[in-house]
Nanobody, 126 residues
Framework: QVQLVESGGGSVQAGGSLRLSCAAS???????MGWFRQAPGKEREGVAG???????RYTDSVKGRFTISKDNVKKTLYLQMNSLKPEDTAMYFC?????????????????????WGQGTQVTVSS
């Protein structure tokens, strides 16, 4: 079992930055990790994924603006979000799946992930 707790959300004006954190209850070296978001009335969307081999994936709308990273010593996953836009407004969730699940080839697919945090709200005003 992996428990995940997100933090760092908030309200920011367009063009601003936020860094989201996701603290894990255990070391996640053997887990693929991801950030997802869900806006009201919309489906959960994969934002960024991080494979155990260091490979990253991003949805097209955030490429060049968001960066996913992980500190294995601190057991924390990050999402640095720059040049934020109103359309980035959503609840952001982090997720984890064991590497040996065979599902790390779908880093932007919510159905691939086993463990989820409760989310942190990001609101970007124009």
């Amino acid at each position: 079992q992996v428990q995940l707790v997100e933090s760092g959300g908030g309200s920011v004006q367009a063009g601003g930055s936020l860094r989201l954190s996701c603290a894990a209850s255990t070391y996640t070296i053997a887990y693929c990790m991801g950030w997802f978001r869900q806006a009201p009335g919309k489906e959960r969307e994969g934002v960024a994924g991080l494979h155990t081999d260091g490979t990253t994936r991003y949805t097209d709308s955030v490429k060049g603006r968001f960066t996913i990273s992980k500190d294995n010593v601190k057991k924390t996953l990050y999402l640095q979000m720059n040049s934020l836009k109103p359309e980035d407004t959503a609840m952001y969730f982090c997720a984890a799946v064991p590497y040996n699940s065979g599902r790390c080839n779908a880093l932007l697919e919510a159905t691939a992930f086993t463990y989820w945090g409760q989310g942190t709200q990001v609101t970007v005003s124009s």
